[in-house]
């Protein structure tokens, strides 16, 4: 069994800063994964919000955090990290860790919450006006 288990949400107010952090353990090669964070509000499907390649080499956002955001890994503590700045409300959500095994040498960032392999339970990141 593989298990992702996120920390680090909270309150905060606009403009403020938070760092997620999701540590992988079980049966998982961690530097074999391919790394995501994912938000969901109710009502709303998953949606994809930063994921790094393997190595750490290759990242990418969604426009809405793209210079906010930064995420970031440690392969050696099984370990992915969502830094967070200048928090908006719209931010708010629950926070998702993702992780998908990777197939061959080559593959893409993983942006698709159908391609996951392994889910964290969340953390909820409330960010008020």
């Known amino acids: 069994q593989v298990q992702l288990v996120e920390s680090g949400g909270g309150f905060v107010q606009a403009g403020e800063s938070l760092r997620l952090s999701c540590t992988a353990s079980g049966r998982i090669f961690f530097s074999s994964n391919i790394m995501s964070w994912f938000r969901q509000v109710p009502g709303k499907e998953r949606e994809f919000v930063a994921t790094?390649?393997?190595?750490?080499?290759?990242?990418d956002y969604v426009d809405s955090v793209k210079g906010r955001f930064t995420i970031s890994r440690d392969d050696a503590k099984n370990t992915v990290n969502l830094q967070m700045t200048s928090l908006q409300p719209e931010d708010s959500a629950v926070y998702y860790c993702?992780?998908?095994?990777?197939?061959?040498?080559?593959?893409?960032?993983?942006?698709?919450?159908?391609?996951?392999?392994?889910w964290g339970q969340g953390t909820q990141v409330t960010v008020s006006s």
């Open positions: 790094i390649g393997t190595g750490g080499r290759s990242t």
């Open positions: 993702a992780a998908q095994k990777a197939r061959s040498i080559i593959m893409p960032l993983l942006k698709s919450a159908s391609d996951v392999d392994y």
